[in-house]
């Protein structure tokens, strides 16, 4: 009985193991390399520097303020499953803004191409200068929320 607990405690860390948090906020440094950006003191600064850091089933977690990076749609990991999707969180509901410039979107704020269990969680993504679709699902993106 004690050789089950065993196993199964060893998997059940192994598999919450592999999901990350990492954070970004508009006081943060995009010098914090991924490893200090998984501390909510040592964040980094913009979403882009950030999406590079995490992969599927992990977490970002986003302070308040406006961001404006170029298209990021492309850059976010798809998630592992619906049950280990990579989320996007605002840290405070409503109070992180994703708003790129017209120019650097192709006229769309989030173009989902192809990309599978992706959550967006309390964010704002403002498309009011658009002409074009805010958020866009493509070639076979599914389990998005």
Partial sequence: MRMVIAVCLFFMSAISAQAATFYVTKTGSDANDCTAAQ???????????VL???????????????YT?????????????TS????????????AIY?????????HVLLFSAKTNIALVGLVID???????????????????
């Fill in 99 to 107: 708003k790129p410039s017209t120019s650097s979107t192709g006229g």
């Fill in 39 to 49: 501390n909510s003191s040592t964040p980094k600064l913009t979403l882009i520097s």
């Fill in 52 to 66: 590079g850091c995490e992969s599927a089933g992990d977490t970002i977690m986003i302070g308040n303020g406006t």
């Fill in 127 to 145: 498309g009011a200068d658009l002409t074009f679709d805010t958020i866009k699902l493509q070639s076979s993106s599914t389990g998005m929320l």
């Fill in 84 to 95: 280990a999707r990579t989320t996007l969180q605002a840290m405070n509901r409503r109070q």
């Fill in 69 to 81: 990076d170029t298209s990021i749609a492309s850059l976010i990991a798809s998630g592992a499953s």
